[in-house]
């Protein structure tokens, strides 16, 4: 079995926990906070999103000459505390996300990411240098909060 890797991230943001909540969790949004180099865009999600829901994004990173399937399916769902996604079909065999939110008072919230991922296999990791999403993960995720607190008009 190939080696986990595992990836944590934390940001504090002045808006309420159920704003941060329905941010994070939309997929257009999430789509829009990925890297602009994977060129992501939503194909389709099952809404209301809740445990079972899927989300298929389709990618076409930089470099890449064919665009690739990114299948999600949510396994928890709890309104303002807890979202998690498992990936089902894309570039990893394994890649699974949690993020826990915390209400800090009424006004406040933090937003936690953990994430558990291995490397590429087949053809994609014969040509992504095996310490390539390790090595960028901080970087997407110190982007992804710049794109949250714009738009969340958080300093």
């Known amino acids: 079995m190939p080696r986990l890797h595992t990836f944590t991230h934390s940001m504090e943001f002045a808006v309420p926990v159920t704003t941060a909540f329905r941010y994070f969790t939309d997929p257009d949004c999430i789509a829009c906070m990925a890297p602009a180099s994977l060129n992501v865009r939503l194909k389709s999600s099952e809404l209301p999103l809740k445990a079972g829901s899927r989300i298929l994004f389709m990618a076409r990173p930089r470099l890449v000459p064919i665009e690739m399937t990114w299948l999600f399916q949510v396994t928890d769902y709890i ?77």
């Open 79 to 155: 309104p303002d505390q807890l979202f998690a996604d498992v990936l089902l079909k894309g570039p990893v065999s394994h890649w699974v996300h949690r993020q826990k939110f915390t209400a800090l008072s009424a006004q406040e919230c933090r937003v936690e990411d953990l994430v558990e991922f291995n490397h590429p296999g087949g053809i994609i990791g014969k040509l992504v240098p095996p310490n390539v999403i390790e090595s960028k993960l901080p970087e997407a995720f110190v982007k992804r909060e710049t794109i949250a607190r714009t738009v969340l008009k958080n300093p």
